[in-house]
């Protein structure tokens, strides 16, 4: 890497590593929509299936990086870029969402009833994950079009899953927690949603800096039940259970250090969007608290969880927790190098600059394919070698490594913000 700076390096990763990738072998150019059921390595699809949450990922991705080539800031077509995220948009909107705004969990490649390796139909589900993804991808097309056509749809979802997680026990597939249990995850995705819905009417109002922003008040709602998690120590709590009883629980003692990363910086974002930045040095202070809980110091990188310990309570998120506690994983990696440099760099912190280095290194050395696959490799085993197995739904996913990169360039780009 010698003393290319990180903009430079993620700049490079995406042009000439990431996106070359999928827009060759993720765009459908038939049915519409994107293939994105890889292995982990990228040298096989597994399926033609797609999944809801992929597809509006990568209709984000795709105009987010429109947004980045029209200011020089990539070395792409920005019109290319954004005729394949529309018709990805105009797959979701022709198959994947219902008249109420929820949306469908997994479709065939033609947008119909998804098999499973037998040819019998997949159980019809619903996410709210799967729902927020598709309405931040409107979104963020929105925001480069500036065209409001996509806005009252927008807002029909994601008012749909800030109302379901707030009655409790929302729909969580793939890893549904049991009920009573109020999941992080759930809180961050509906701020994210908010942070997208707001910036979207905000780009298409062109609003004067002195008007209220569109959506103030229910993104700051969301705001302040995300960093409810925050613990003193700087952590977040995964999961708050509401038995007593279920205190001494894995489920509820378990910490996702990357989950919290990635929280801190939507916070960090959204307080500024509202001009409401009294809890930032605390939000800032815990960056370091956090990459310290999850550090391997044998291996290196980041855990996936910490805290596994406690009484077992059984179900699909737990079981995943104990499976999956040591592995390595791309997002984890991406979110926390773009955390722990905002962190720095924005707001000043050197012992955040500092993880930023160690976490960078870490990440380069370790998820580019290079002689292991394709892309990246973005599932790894505790000591980095790859881990062929699904985690979370089988797909490989461009989305968290490809915004991240784009984040860093954006920070980085002298005078820009988000």
């Not at 708050?240 to 910086?265: C, K, N, Q, S, Y």
């Amino acid at each position: 890497m010698g003393s290319e700076r990180p903009e430079q390096i993620a700049r490079r990763q995406l042009e000439d590593v990431i996106l070359p990738f999928w827009l060759e072998n993720g765009i459908d150019t038939e049915h519409g929509g994107f293939h994105t059921c890889f292995d982990n390595r990228g040298r096989r699809r597994l399926s033609t299936n797609k999944f809801t949450w992929s597809q509006g990922r990568f209709v984000w991705l795709l105009a987010r990086a429109a947004r980045l080539a029209d200011r020089g800031l990539l070395r792409f077509d920005s019109g290319t870029l954004v005729r394949h995220a529309e018709r990805g948009a105009a797959f979701l909107l022709d198959h994947a969402i219902g008249p109420d705004g929820r949306c469908a969990y997994v479709l065939d490649e033609r947008g119909g009833t998804a098999l499973d390796a037998k040819g019998g139909p997949l159980p019809a589900e619903r996410s709210i994950f799967a729902d927020a993804f598709v309405a931040m991808g409107l979104a963020e097309l929105t925001r480069y079009t500036g065209s409001p056509g996509h806005l009252p749809l927008i807002d029909v979802i994601v008012q749909r899953i800030a109302d379901d997680v707030e009655a409790g026990d929302p729909p969580t597939p793939p890893y549904p927690l049991p009920p009573g249990c109020s999941g992080f995850g759930a809180r961050m995705i509906v701020l994210n949603a908010r942070l997208d819905q707001a910036r979207a009417h905000q780009a298409v109002s062109a609003r004067d800096p002195r008007d209220a922003l569109p959506y103030a008040d229910e993104l700051r709602a969301a705001r302040r039940a995300m960093v409810a998690h925050r613990e003193e120590s700087g952590l977040f709590t995964e999961t708050f259970v509401a038995d007593p009883g279920m205190r001494d629980t894995i489920l509820a003692r378990h910490r996702t250090p990357g989950h919290a990363l990635e929280g801190i910086w939507m916070a960090l974002e959204a307080g500024d969007l509202l001009g409401e930045t009294g809890d930032h040095g605390d939000l800032v202070a815990g960056v370091s608290a956090l990459c310290e809980s999850g550090w391997d110091d044998e291996h290196g990188g980041l855990f996936r969880y910490v805290g596994v310990s406690g009484r077992p309570s059984g179900g699909p998120y737990e079981d995943l927790v104990r499976r999956t506690w040591s592995t390595k994983l791309w997002w984890v990696h991406t979110e926390a190098a773009y955390t722990t440099l905002l962190a720095a760099e924005r707001y000043g912190d050197r012992e955040a600059a500092r993880w930023f280095d160690r976490i960078w290194d870490y990440t380069l050395g370790t998820f580019p394919g290079g002689a292991d696959g394709e892309e990246w490799v973005q599932i790894r085993d505790r000591a980095g070698a790859p881990l062929d197995e699904v985690v979370a739904l089988p797909v490989k996913d461009p989305y968290h490594i490809s915004r991240n990169l784009m984040q860093i360039i954006e920070l980085r780009a002298q005078g820009d913000q988000p």
